[in-house]
């Protein structure tokens, strides 16, 4: 789960390597985000001549957490650390590549352009 001030990476093309989460948003003040959940973030380490800038502050979907949570078919899921897709505001993704697999709730809540982006499900 993600509350505020929490660091996290990104795993697209964008430049981003490690944000820091300021909001997490269409939720109540001080609920956590979770897999599938938005969250704004202010960029803390980057790569240079990129699409994002540092300090600067992006919208990110959360596509995998180091939490174990569990599915609706009862079974439960954890993956080894925290990782987000910089995403615009129609829940688009910035980058043209999401270099490892997400969890297969994001399939299920229609982002299919991000599906088709990414390397496979968890």
Known sequence: MTVKRTKFSIVDNSGAVVVRCIRVLNKAKNTPAKVGNTVLVSVCSFIPNKKVSRKG??????????????????????????????????????????????????????????VSLSRGFC
């Open 57 to 114: 502050m992006y919208n990110v979907l959360l596509v995998t957490s180091a939490r174990k949570y569990f599915r609706r078919d009862g079974s439960s899921i954890k993956f080894d650390k925290t990782t987000g897709v910089l995403v615009d505001k129609k829940v688009s993704p910035i980058a043209s590549r999401v270099l490892s697999p997400i969890a297969k709730e994001l399939r299920f809540q229609r982002m299919m352009k991000l």
